[in-house]
Nanobody, 122 residues
Framework: QVELVESGGGSVQAGGSLTLSCAAS????????MAWYRQAPGNERDLVAS???????NYRDAVKGRFTISRDNVKNMVYLQMNSLKPEDTAIYYCKQRARTGKGWGRWDEYWGEGIEGTVSS
């Protein structure tokens, strides 16, 4: 089993920055894709950014050029640097990681954090 814990959320004014962190713990053998999703009130949970074990990144169009995703494979952490924040970035941000756990070859599963709030005021 893997536990994901997000940190770094909060409230900022438009144009400001926030850095989110997500730490994974448990019987982890390997982690492939790490990603951030967000869900605004009344909306579905959408992918914000993802990063593969080979450092290939993907961003939703609305955050390109403003957000940067990165990972630390030694610490099993993923980060989301959010700059030039807009009120429409206000949401609960969720970390998701695809991890292999257990013994021997282990098994792959996807894990979610509980979410952290990011609020941007105009």
């Amino acid at each position: 089993q893997v536990e994901l814990v997000e940190s770094g959320g909060g409230s900022v004014q438009a144009g400001g920055s926030l850095t989110l962190s997500c730490a994974a713990s448990g019987s982890i053998i390997d982690i492939s894709v790490m990603a951030w999703y967000r869900q605004a009130p009344g909306n579905e949970r959408d992918l914000v950014a993802s990063i593969t074990s080979g450092e290939r990144v993907n961003y939703r169009d609305a955050v390109k050029g403003r957000f940067t995703i990165s990972r630390d494979n030694v610490k099993n952490m993923v980060y989301l640097q959010m700059n030039s924040l807009k009120p429409e970035d206000t949401a609960i941000y969720y970390c998701k990681q695809r991890a292999r756990t257990g013994k021997g070859w282990g098994r792959w599963d996807e894990y979610w954090g509980e979410g952290i709030e990011g609020t941007v005021s105009s």
